[in-house]
């Protein structure tokens, strides 16, 4: 993977900077769909028969950042291909019972982004695989105009709205934004220059942590998030 150039991140609100926007970039886990549990889950299967002892939520949440297999290899070092291998299979299995559905208005969201030109976009940091498994299974890939996912490595987030921003062609870096509901989000998106939208409505959700970060806005819920949008586009 490519170095990112060296940034200076500010943490201040791009607000005032913001015009009418064009373009939304989201993230998927906690944002679209309330999937982090599922991603635990399926970690958890996978992981411990390799491991050969139990693994907490805060161990596995600690390893986010990279995709699956970068998460996996740093819990399971020697064994991290398998690791992904069933990772992928459990998070299939587990898909319909632990999360069915997105969040409750996104796909009425997106469909009125889309009618009305807003340019669409994922950065995440889920891999590939299971990106599209989620995607297919709410029936929301067709909403997107570009996706681009998380690296073994290491978190990618900021070169990948980057790399986004850039097909997106004659758009401002003011006239996107970026939607994500971490407080690494808050990071990245400063990173990249845009501003950015904390999404607050999924219980994984640490309110706290990101009004600390200053985000354009916060939202504890999707319809309120909508609301905002459609004063914007």
Known sequence: MLALPCFQISLQPLY?????IK??????????????????????QAVEPLVHRHLSDDEIVATFGPDEEGSIKALAPDDYKQGTIDFLQCYKALHNDICSDPFDGITDL??????????L?????KGKESSDVS???????????????????????????????????????????????????IRDS???????????WAETAKKDELNELHPDELFTTVQDFATWLYTKI
């Open 23 to 44: 373009a939304v970039i989201f993230d998927i886990d906690g944002t679209l769909a309330n999937t982090i549990p599922l991603c635990i889950e399926a970690f958890r």
């Open 190 to 200: 400063r990173k990249a220059g845009i501003p950015v939208v904390a999404a607050a």
């Open 121 to 125: 976009a994922i950065a995440t940091g």
């Open 135 to 185: 995607l297919q299974r709410f029936e929301l890939t067709g909403f997107f105009d570009m996706i681009e996912n998380g690296s073994p490595e290491g978190s990618r987030k900021a070169e990948a709205i980057g790399n986004i921003l850039h097909s997106f062609g004659d758009i401002k870096k003011e006239e996107v934004i970026y939607v994500g509901d971490s407080p690494d989000d």
């Open 16 to 20: 005032k900077q913001m015009q009418t």
């Open 110 to 119: 997106l469909s009125t982004l889309k009618s009305k030109g807003v340019r």
